[in-house]
């Protein structure tokens, strides 16, 4: 624990981030203690002269439970502190590395959520060829909420309400390639995460903006425009590992090929965008030995390298060796490529294949494995990499996340509520 003095200095982040925030302690000075206990802070007065956090690393635990029983976001607060200390206080431990780490807590499950409606919707599907980049069927984008901005289909923004956008992903005929499949899986998780009454509110059109990569740089994106705000650069996820499990919940990344597109076969298979839904202990403990994916990136090309000692045809022949572990085709090797088999097998049993979990349009959620195993026979003279994507969940996402939920305290503390708050303000 430590004790946290001189808290009104700590004030002029929230104030400069949140315009609505000053109000909002003076309106009913609860607004900050209430976000902290809806994180999971365990908030408790005591006879104490300076406040005592307790942090913890809850970013390494399973869940929110499992944070508490290792008595991690424990927060003492001294008991005559007035309400405004009180909100000052409240400023202070919200931007502190253990808040973050529990509202990924609730990124990870907004992005289970997000992701497992979006490989429900059978009317969601890929296209490797079609007249735009985006396809929205006979009805065109319009009547799916959603309004071109450049054409071939390569920007599109919500003509509607957000929340009726992301349903034509969730409940419409679309297709896209598996890049747009990505950024539906991130602005998902945000209206998961806000609730579609804030989401619509609190995020602009073209903030939501969705097409090429290229052209989300030149809009208002919350992804990769003007409205992303400060980046998380951690390519080969080296701080994300020393981090811990939750750091990992939702982030964006890539698969690509790591030979030049010459030694491609599938042109459509280059790559293959992904967020990740989940990872298990033993694998976040693993990429925290190894130091991130670079060791992995090493691990694939081992994978590879043994493929090629492996020729042989039929349809998704790695496939089903490697990740169905079909036994009639296994017991068909020869010998020799049983032996290499049994290589590749034992590099594949890392926890990292088999409990990194990746959401990847239109496969939906399966582990990293099965993605290095399919990728074996789509483009077999290359092997592929792996790294995350420039994302600000950690940072403006976070924060704006905040800024929203205090506002809308605010607003309610205040009598200005539009009615459709459905908080709990415990």
């Keep these: 624990m430590r004790a946290v003095g001189r808290i009104a200095g700590r004030a002029l982040w929230m104030v400069a981030l949140c315009g609505v925030y000053a109000p909002s302690v003076v309106a009913g000075n609860v607004c900050g203690m209430s976000l902290l206990r809806e994180l999971g802070w365990q908030v408790t007065d005591a ?12 970013c390494q635990r399973a869940s929110l439970d499992d944070a508490h029983a290792h008595r991690d976001l424990q927060l003492q607060v001294p008991q005559h502190f007035d309400p405004v200390q009180r909100e000052q206080l409240a400023v202070d431990v919200l931007q502190q590395q ?30 490797a060829v079609q007249m735009g980049w985006i396809g929205f069927g006979l009805g065109g984008a319009k009547a799916q909420g959603w309004q071109r901005f450049r054409s071939f289909g390569r920007g599109y923004a919500p003509v509607a309400t957000n929340s009726s956008a992301v349903d034509a992903f969730y409940r419409g005929n679309v297709r896209s390639e598996c890049g747009v499949g990505r950024q539906i899986a991130q602005l998902a998780t945000q209206r998961e995460m806000y609730g579609d009454a804030l989401f619509d509110r609190e995020f602009a059109p073209g903030e939501l903006s969705i097409g090429t990569f290229l052209t989300l ?17 951690d390519g080969k996820a080296v701080r994300t590992s020393a981090m811990g499990r939750q750091a990992f919940m939702g982030a964006p990344g890539f698969i690509a090929h790591v030979f030049d597109k010459k030694y491609l076969d599938d ?32 691990v694939n090309r081992q994978i590879w390298e043994l493929s090629q000692q492996m020729p042989g045809s039929g349809w998704r022949r790695f496939e089903r060796l490697l990740y169905e572990r079909d036994t009639a085709l296994r017991a068909a090797l020869p010998p020799e490529h049983q032996q290499v088999l049994a290589r590749i097998d034992t590099l594949l049993a890392d926890p990292v294949y088999r409990e990194l979990m990746l959401y990847v349009h239109p496969k939906g959620v399966r582990p990293l494995g099965y993605h290095i195993a399919r990728l074996l026979d789509r483009n077999p003279r290359t092997p592929f990499s792996i790294d995350l994507a420039l994302h600000n969940l950690h940072t403006t996402l976070y ?10 305290c605010g607003n309610t503390m205040s009598g200005t509520t539009n009615g459709d708050e459905t908080w709990n303000w415990a």
């Design 47 to 58: 006879a104490i002269a300076q406040p005592l956090i307790a942090g913890g690393t809850p």
């Design 98 to 127: 253990a808040s973050v780490c529990a509202y990924l807590f609730k990124l990870g499950d907004a992005t289970r959520a997000a992701t497992t409606r979006l490989q429900e919707n059978r009317g969601y599907r890929f296209s």
């Design 217 to 233: 740089h030149k809009t208002q994106s919350i992804l990769l425009g003007s409205s992303a705000g400060e980046f998380f650069a």
């Design 267 to 298: 042109i459509n298979n280059q790559a293959e965008n992904f967020v990740i839904t989940d990872l298990s202990d033993a694998a976040a403990q693993a990429l925290a030995r190894h130091g991130g994916f670079a060791h992995y990136d090493a």
């Design 399 to 408: 924060r704006r996340w905040v800024d929203a939920r205090l506002r809308a």
